[in-house]
């Protein structure tokens, strides 16, 4: 059954808070899946905190017992499976308090963009979360976050205001500009690495509540003209305008339109933050040169954003890997074309 666990804890006395699984508790193998199922930890306990006092006593339990930590949210991003060591899930620590007149919302480690957007938005602002709502907002931010409305306001990580951590040596302490400074510094965009854990954060909002976006469709026969126009395109937009180009093949799955299974397209990509009409009139760019095969840019709520990447909203295996360019020269484009287009002429 699942057990509590039983141990001595620093400050003196008996403890039987936090939640600790072992391996054979009912329930073990599945709450340490990660969302993204080309990975699987396989620690010796799991943490599950309803506070951040709690996740001050995993700490201590982990170091009274020479064990290595991990922390996960959602597990989209695994950088490394915890093996052998104390897996810390933070989803139960899943508050939300929205200030609408500082425009600051306080999130809990644990909570996905989804509510805090919903919560946001009820005023009128929007956090700078990326293209999905079900990703972990403090791991997002803890990477830098690069989101819809980075040009205007940008990254994630630019929009902190405060972290509340624990220290690998089992403190809480506040994290801010004002407050360990240096720490704030390495937080937003670095990553908590083994810096400490993080167990909420305070982010500026900002006033957003509708965009235009949506994606144009282009043949893969195409890809070589369209990422050269995208990237002619780029330099000239005012910074409302946040997009991607991206190549996709569809797979021939059955929930897939006939159309579109099995084959290759371009998409320019994008959410315009500022006045549709304005938007609309970027598009003309496009829409003048050749008509896209599909075409669904269009005025939405920002509650609808996630509309735009259509991600994956159920549990999958995936692999990424990534790179900065200087220029997005033609030999990039040629590469891209080549590697990731499916041409009614490739072999």
Known sequence: MTMLATWQSTAGGTRLTPLILEPGDP?????????????RHSPAFVGIPESAADVVELVQ??????????????????????????????HRLDSVDIDPDASVCRLGAGVQWGPVLEAAQKHGLAPLLGSSPNVG?????????????????????????????????????????????????????????????????????FEVSTVYGGNLLYPAEMGREVLARWRDWIPTVPNELSSSVVTKTFPAFDHIP???????????????????????????????????????????????????????????????SGG????????????????????PNSS
Request: with cysteine; proline share 4%.
């Open 27 to 39: 329930g073990f193998d599945d709450v340490a899946l990660p969302w993204n199922r080309a990975h």
């Open 137 to 205: 907002a403090v791991g997002y931010t803890l990477g830098g976050g690069l989101g819809w409305l980075a040009r205007l306001h940008g990254l994630a990580s630019d929009s902190v205001v405060s972290f509340e951590v624990v220290t690998v040596d089992g403190r809480l302490m506040r994290v801010s500009a004002e407050e360990n400074p240096e720490l704030f510094w390495g937080l937003r965009g670095g990553g908590a690495g083994s810096l400490v854990i993080v167990t909420s954060m305070e982010v500026r909002m």
């Open 324 to 343: 900065w360019l200087r220029e997005f020269s033609d030999h990039a484009i040629e590469v891209l074309v080549t590697h990731t287009l499916e041409t």
């Open 258 to 320: 006939a159309h579109l299974r099995g084959r290759s397209f371009v998409m320019v990509r994008g959410c315009y933050a500022g006045d549709p009409e304005a938007g609309e009139r970027l598009l003309a760019y496009w829409r003048h040169w050749r008509r896209p095969e599909i075409d669904d840019w269009k005025t939405m709520p920002f509650t609808e954003v996630a509309t735009i990447a259509g991600d994956p909203v159920n549990p999958s295996a995936g692999r990424m």
């Open 61 to 90: 339990f982990a170091k009274a017992r020479g064990l290595t930590v991990g922390v996960q949210a959602t597990g989209h991003g695994v950088a490394r499976p915890v093996t052998g060591g104390l897996l810390i899930l933070t």
